[in-house]
Every structure is written in C-alpha cells, then in structure tokens.
C-alpha cells in the first residue's frame, strides 16, 4: 500500500498530523471522517481518535482534544478523489462509494435523491469511510488444494463469514491462485479462465477499468454490474471455467448461478454468515444445498488476529482446518 494514494486525498489540515503520527501505513484499515465529529481511525485493530499532538486511543487522550471534521475537510476530499469533477463520478456516487487508484474505496453517505425508486444521485455528501485495501498473497495456499476437482477444474465453492473476516480478501487470494495455476508437492494445476463479477468494485478494485489488485493472469473483470446480469454477460462472451462473486444473497442470485453452473461453470462466491446451521437457515440456499450444487463450504473463524478455516463437503461433513 502506498503511503502517497492515501495522504494525497486527505485534508490539506490533516494531512501533515497524520504524516507525522502515523508510524505504520500498513497497519491503518480505516479513516471516518464525519463532519462536525471527531475523526476517527481504524489502526491495528484499535480505533484512535487524531488530535494536534498524537494519535490516541480514547483512554489515552488525557487532556489533548480530538481534531474534529469540518464541512471543508469533507468538501476537499471529495474533491480531491474526484480530481475536481464530481460528476463524471456519478454513476459510482449513486451506488455509494468510489474507489481510487491502488484499490482503496471510499464509503459515501448524504442526501440521497430517489427517482422512480431509484437512486438518482447524492447530496449534501457529510460521511465520508475511506477503507484501505490490503492484499495478503498466498492466504489461500494452505485450503487450495481441497477445492480442485481433478486436475483441471474446481469444486462449486461458498465462503461464509460475518463482515470484517476477510473473505474478500481470501476470496481474491482463490481467484489468482486459480487464474496463475497452483502447484505444491503433490500436484500440479494449471491456470484457469476465471470471470468476476465485481459488483461493487471490491475483489479487482478497478479504477477506470485496470483492476489495481493482482486478480491472476487469465482473469476478466466486469465491474459495477448486478451479478445476474454479470454472469449472463461473461458465459456469453468471455468462455469463464470459473466465475467468482462476492456477498451473494437473493433469489436472484441463488438463480442466476444455477444457471451459470447448468452452462457448465464453476462457482466460487462469498455469503454472510458464522456456521454451518446460520447457513442452513438460509432460504435461499436450501434447495442448493439439499442438492449437493455447491460442493465445498469454506468457515472464517477467528480468534484475535489470527484467521482458520474450517471446509466441508457437499454433505457438510468436516475435511479439514487450515490457517489462513
């Protein structure tokens, strides 16, 4: 991560406090800017308060006072991101976020205008999240090797976690490993066409189209599109053998990838959750489950900051518990 495409689109005011305290860019998952409130950050797992002097956690603070967002530090930063041309960001600003160059999206919220019960744009915008992307390489090496099928394909995989657990993140680790081809001691696979629907622009982090995370050597992109429709576009003209998804949910979903798995592509997706009986709760997933279309189940559970896996097969009986 590049210390430069975060500072840059900071608050002029700001910019030098968090230059000077901020001992590891690396570390930062998070900036809340909210006007009128204090500024937050997400560091190391910990939230910290910016103040004149320090960064500080809240018991931490004594006397120092936190640095608080004003109307024009919101304004600027907009801005900044959109290089002075809001409106050729639009289409972005409606579904909520814009994501800037090396991957890192910034979270919206304002006045929302609806048309037709649609979104039509976004005013008064006055929260601003500005989430840092971290790409951790080679977290899926451990669980790979359970979710090919033979030599040359995989098994319909889904991914469940509650939020913040990294399945994006472990989900984009499965993709380049897939799209590269992955090797170890006992096989050998080789590369993948791999489609990914990228709905909001989280797995490839695409700005203006050039994903800015490394998603493999055989991967398509199609970026700020629902997934049914994203699924429809790539089997008609990409020819994907895998198609990757994140946060699948609906009906529509659950459907549209029946139908992509009856075209002969295989499926990994990520899905909210925290167990196996969260996830037969689902009703979505119910008939996909009972017959046996999804063939692994991959668990993120953590403890601190480290991160298992557990997997399980299409009877959702345990095969194995990996680090991650």
């Known amino acids: ?3 430069e495409e975060i500072i840059r689109i900071l608050p002029l005011r700001i910019r030098q406090m968090v230059d ?3 001992e590891d860019f690396e570390k930062l998952q998070e900036i809340r800017l909210r006007c009128n409130q204090p500024i937050f950050f997400q560091y190391d797992n910990q939230e910290y308060y910016i103040t004149e002097q320090s960064m500080a956690e809240e018991r931490e603070l004594g006397n120092q006072i936190p640095v608080f967002c004003r109307e024009e530090d919101i304004r600027q930063t907009v801005d900044f991101i959109s290089k002075y041309s809001v409106y050729a960001f639009q289409e972005q600003i409606k579904q909520g976020f814009l994501t800037i160059q090396g991957g890192h999206r910034v979270g919206l919220c304002g006045d929302v205008v609806m048309e037709n019960g649609q979104v ?3 005013r008064n915008i006055s929260f601003l999240n500005i989430r840092i992307a971290h790409e951790r390489k080679h977290c899926s090496d451990a669980l790979t090797k359970y979710l090919y099928c033979g030599e040359n ?3 319909n995989t889904l991914l469940i976690s509650p939020p913040m657990y990294g399945k994006t993140t472990l989900l984009r680790d499965l993709i380049r490993n897939f799209s590269n081809g992955y090797s170890d001691e006992h096989s050998s696979h080789r590369g993948l066409k791999v489609g990914v629907v990228d709905e909001r622009s989280e797995i490839a982090a695409s700005y203006f189209g050039i994903p800015q995370n490394e998603i493999g050597i055989r991967t398509d992109v199609i970026d700020h599109i629902t997934k049914g429709c994203g699924i429809m576009m790539l089997i008609r003209t990409m020819s994907p053998q895998i198609i990757a998804l994140d946060e699948i949910g609906g009906e529509q979903d659950i459907n549209s990838i029946e139908y992509g798995m009856n075209c002969g592509c295989k499926f990994i997706a990520t899905i909210h959750g925290d167990s196996i009986p969260d996830l037969l709760h689902k009703k979505s997933l119910k008939n ?10 991959l668990i993120i559970k953590k403890e601190g900051s480290d991160r298992k896996v557990q997997i399980y097969d299409e009877s959702l009986h345990e095969l194995g518990l990996t680090s991650c």
């Open 1 to 3: 991560m590049k210390k």
């Open 20 to 22: 000077t305290y901020m």
């Open 120 to 122: 039509s744009t976004m």
């Open 153 to 155: 394909s995989i098994y």
């Open 288 to 297: 996909m489950i009972s017959e046996h279309l999804f063939q692994r189940f």
